[in-house]
């Protein structure tokens, strides 16, 4: 099973912008799904943002206009690009890759928004 690791969380001010990357164990074929998720203290894990060949990103409408995901192949790796960051974007943040109709997981990494 594919290994996904985080990384690029941290604490930033209101306003500010971080970049995650998820750094995949194996080559991804392009048409798998890549995704981000979010888990906020206390509530469900949701979709953010998912990338995959010969269609259109998919953002979540809250972070439509300030996040964007993109990828890298050569690199396994994917990017969630996140700007004008809100306190109510604090969460856990996961990658996500579906092959062949499993899910596979990262552990996470936390980002803070607060000043």
């Known amino acids: 099973q594919v290994q996904l690791v985080e990384s690029g969380g941290g604490l930033v001010q209101p306003g500010g912008s971080l970049r995650l990357s998820c750094l995949a164990s194996?080559?991804?074929?392009?048409?798998?799904?890549m995704s981000w998720y979010r888990q906020a203290p206390g509530k469900e894990r949701v979709l953010v943002a998912r990338?995959?060949?010969?269609?259109?990103?998919e953002l979540a409408s809250s972070v439509t206009g300030r996040f964007a995901i993109s990828r890298d192949n050569a690199k396994k790796t994917v990017y969630l690009q996140m700007n004008s960051l809100k306190p109510e974007d604090t969460a856990v943040y996961y990658c996500?890759?579906?092959?062949?109709?499993?899910?596979?997981w990262g552990r996470g990494t936390l980002v803070t928004v607060s000043s």
């Open positions: 996500n890759v579906r092959i062949d109709g499993v899910n596979c």
């Open positions: 990338i995959r060949s010969g269609r259109d990103p």
């Open positions: 194996q080559t991804i074929y392009s048409g798998d799904p």
